[in-house]
């Protein structure tokens, strides 16, 4: 027992696996480019594609597992599907977070 910690806690086994599965998400770089392009706005496939550098294909099965993991949204508009970052996503803010400072550091060095 950890009685001498005043306050301590511990998470629950599913609180932990879904925090696991939220930075395997995050652990792509295609998918973080993804979801650095949507933090900037609302973007088809074809955009995302152009953007990370990749084929159609493998964003839209990056989206597929974004949405899944409820980071990503769709919106059907004709035979189009625009894609936008999920609002209210702490996952979406540790990112931001994450490639800042990685940008400050990079600046710093």
Wanted: hydrophobic residues 45%; aromatic residues 6%; proline residues 4%.
């Amino acid at each position: 027992m950890h009685d001498s910690i005043p306050g301590f806690f511990m998470p629950s086994d599913d609180d932990v696996a879904r925090a696991a599965e939220t930075f395997r998400m995050l652990g792509d770089p295609t998918r973080i480019k993804v979801l650095w392009a949507l933090l900037q706005g609302e973007n088809s496939v074809a955009c995302l594609a152009e953007l990370a550098e990749v084929a159609p294909a493998v964003v839209s099965q990056h989206l597929a597992k974004l949405r899944l993991a409820g980071l990503v949204k769709g919106r059907r508009e004709g035979t189009f599907i625009y894609y936008s970052a999920a609002e209210d996503s702490d996952a979406l803010q540790l990112l931001r977070q994450a490639l800042t400072g990685a940008a400050e550091a990079a600046q710093r060095s």
